[in-house]
């Protein structure tokens, strides 16, 4: 019989189910379904872990077995820490598809992840979903068993699709893709059964959520995520000699001058071709900076998804419109672990970071940037606007006028004593609102409530928040249908 626990000590159950999900080397920018999302999850596990408060973290997502990918996706379980791992289940085939596909293989999902649970010596405390597909199953589970839901949405299906239909897309275009009234439909079931939505920022909460029914701001809590301090820090002497700068050397004519970076998946949202479509438009910018666009990894492009096929070409293309040979480098390759020297690479050449998305629900990749010494220029859609107002270390810009991108980034690369100014703000304020310690001390503060109300359920398996569980049952059917009308 599973008990809940009588410690004291959390155990916490975080649920997310697609991209790819391991312990190391995470394979960022493969897809899109492998990003911030990912990177987020594994650090929540993580940090999670370091605390005195918590005895034992589970990171589930969806086991998968196939040649395409590596084999650490096929593991059961991997540890994470003495007390955290991530678990595997099953649900679907075995291979690996996109979150889109994934739909019809929820219900198996929560199945055998309920089965699951009553293997576990006791109940979890907590659920904790991330994104609409965990959220159904987060929303199925809690109905079972009794346990309090929370959930993270980091990006929402309505604000997905309203900025989509103002691309131009159809709406049957939008459907047939994204399956996007599933994951609305998904969205509000979380909502309105969720006890508390952890959001990123204040603006995830006034123009994101508030397009949904079951919009209830007094159940959302805005809990900045945190950032590894000891990872992401400034440039030393030795920045220069990295690999990834040497393999800049085949991009670029002039590799001292201050490099433009943007770090994303290829993904039409992230909006990159506009990026690189503003600094071809403007010979200044061209004169004074290198642009680097790491836009995840590739060995054929040819061989990639259609979404980051069509970007990848598109940046060729453009790349060639404008004749940028030897002043743009787009490196095929680089490895998890690269990153925050990429970072450092443009921090000590005086560079900047940008993140022209379209909109970004949070944006994970600009407190590394911060972290790392680099002012920022990003989109003024979504948690840029509360980072930046943070941190006051960079510039917000409509992501779709081209000049204002061009003259938000000269204007910091014009003006030496900016530069420093907004590189000192971004390295003080990451440390102080964005560390995964304040990250994790609010969180656990957001709990306490939830678990005071739920601590009188029974010691017995919890079987639904409306009653005990019953061994019969009486079904009655008004017009005969239910043994069958054979007229």
Known sequence: MLEHGDTGRLHIVLISIHGLIRGHDLELGRDADTGGQTKYVVELAKALAKQPQVERVDLITRRIVDSD????????????????QIVRIDAGPE?????????????????????????????????????????????????????????????????????LLALGLAMEEIEQRYHISRRINAEEDTLSNAELIITSTRNEIEDQYELYDYYTPEKMAVIPPGTDLQQFHPPSAKTADSAFAVSLNKFLYETDKPMILAL???DERKNIVTLLEAYGESPRLQAMANLVIVAGNRD????????????????????????LYGRVALPKHHSADEVAEIYRLAAAAKGIFINPALTEPFGLTLLEAAASGLPLVATENGGPVDIIGNCHNGLLVDP?????????????????????????????????????EA???????????????????????????????????????????????DE
């Open 300 to 323: 054929d492009i040819r061989e990639m998804n259609d979404g980051a096929q069509g970007v990848l070409t598109e940046l060729l293309l453009v790349i060639d419109c404008y004749d």
């Open 439 to 485: 990250h994790t001390q609010a969180y656990l503060q957001k709990l306490q409530p939830l678990l005071q109300h739920f601590e009188r359920l029974p010691k017995t398996p919890p079987v639904g928040k409306v009653g005990r569980l019953r061994r019969q049952a009486i079904f009655t059917a008004m017009d005969n249908t239910l043994l069958g009308d």
């Open 400 to 436: 779709l006028d081209k000049t204002a991108i061009a003259e938000a980034l000269l204007s910091i690369l014009d003006n030496p004593e900016r530069w420093r100014t907004l590189s000192a703000n971004g390295l003080r304020n990451v440390a102080r609102y964005y560390s995964w």
């Open 95 to 163: 291979g690996y598809i996109r979150k889109e596909e994934l739909w019809d293989h929820l219900d198996s999902f929560a199945d055998n992840l309920l089965s699951w649970l009553h293997r576990q010596p006791r109940w979890p405390d907590v659920l904790h979903s991330h994104y609409a597909d965990a959220g159904y199953v987060g929303v199925r589970l809690a109905h079972l068993t009794g346990l309090p839901l929370i959930h993270t949405g980091h990006s929402l299906g309505r604000d997905k699709c309203r900025r």
């Open 264 to 266: 994303s998946r290829p």
């Open 69 to 84: 990918v590596s084999d650490d996706y096929a593991e059961a379980v991997e540890a994470l820490a003495e007390n955290a």
